[in-house]
């Protein structure tokens, strides 16, 4: 190989690594822009609510327990009977649990961000089914019971739209702020009439609750059998928490899911004993399933993931670039090599900004057609001619069309990405098979 060759690759891969300084520094801006655009959503968010977690309802019965003690006197050594009074709580799952929901979205603007809200309006049922002696042995008369409540932990209960009321077989009862245990954070709780603590009853409970929220929907399956039922005009749910849907149905006017387990999968009874009673039981509010709806056309995330190609994308242009100079025996300067290639880096510049304003296939056509015109424009002239320059311009806005490819098929990328690699090596391999490497970079009277 010749110093002229040599000269001219080294130059090339100097100015790659060179160019890799403005996409760092533009990789750096969709990293910052990206930060903003969640402050903005947290702020939207904060401002109406946050994201909904459901837990409940769980009926609690607070009980006072007189203890006897066997003391000794010290000094006289004779044995008494001291009494002691202990306190805590029942606390019963039901034994059925039905969750329908309907939920309709909207997006709230500030400024060219949007963040996504859902309004849920939601029907309640279910039964709890109490045993016999309440599961307290037979001495009944050392417990003294309170009123029991019913608890339905809600984790922004901001987003509550409109008065709970609570249906208890055949009373109305109001639902009143606070969970009324640590146990499940923040919520709403409604006052019971007292239960016979003989057990054995059953105690159908109904609510409607209309919630609003950001982002994420939330249920934890309290029942014996838990049946949950969502249906959303979003087309784009994402499915999260520790069930998938036993069944669902996606289409563009939005989905219908829906779960359904019972305490052998959820083994639910056995956490709740296991949960301090002063404190949130994280175990309890993470055994949970719901949707997301997130927007999956974040314009920063593709944005991200196309810079991520550019080191290809610069390599294949570029090779390309060479490939015209060594078959048409033409000088290009690494000054040319270096305009091609900020002007490549200008691209991500320009879909980044667009992308804030437009769609992002919108954006992505309009700076793909922009830099295909401004290089095919240039290169007409260095190329020393229109068709020449005009059939680079094909080529890039062919490499443009693979890259798109690449961002919409995320599943398959590595596979289009190789193929692409070997397809341009190939083409080289072709075109360059007869290509005498020693005589590259010899001005013309030196062949002579």
Known sequence: MNRTLAFKLGAIAFLVLLLLIPLTMIGGLIDERQRYQGEVLRDIARSSSYSQKIVGPILIMPYTRTVQHLKINDQTGERYQEQRETSGRLYFLPERFIFDAELGTERRARGIYEALLYHSDSKVSGVFRLPQKLGLGEKLDQYRFDAPFLSVGISDIRGIRKDLKLRLNNESLEFAP?????????????????????????????????????????????????????????PHPSFIGEYLPSRREITDRGFTAEWQTSFFATNLEEVLQQCGKDSECANLLGRSFGVSFLDPVDQYLKTDRAIKYALLFLTLTFATFFLFEVLKRLSVHPVQYALVGLALALFYLLLLSLSEHIAFAKAYAVSAAACVGLIGFYTSSVLRSWRRGLGFAALLAALYGLLYGLLSAEDYALLMGSLLVFAVLSCTMVLTRKLDWYSVGRSPHEDN
């Open 178 to 234: 606070g969970s009324g245990t640590s146990m499940l954070g923040a919520g709403v709780h409604a006052q019971l009439s007292m239960i016979n603590p003989e057990g054995g009853q059953d105690l159908e409970f109904a609510f409607d609750l209309n919630l609003q929220g950001t982002e994420h929907l939330q249920l934890v399956p309290v029942g014996r059998d838990s049946r949950v039922m969502l249906a959303a005009d979003w």
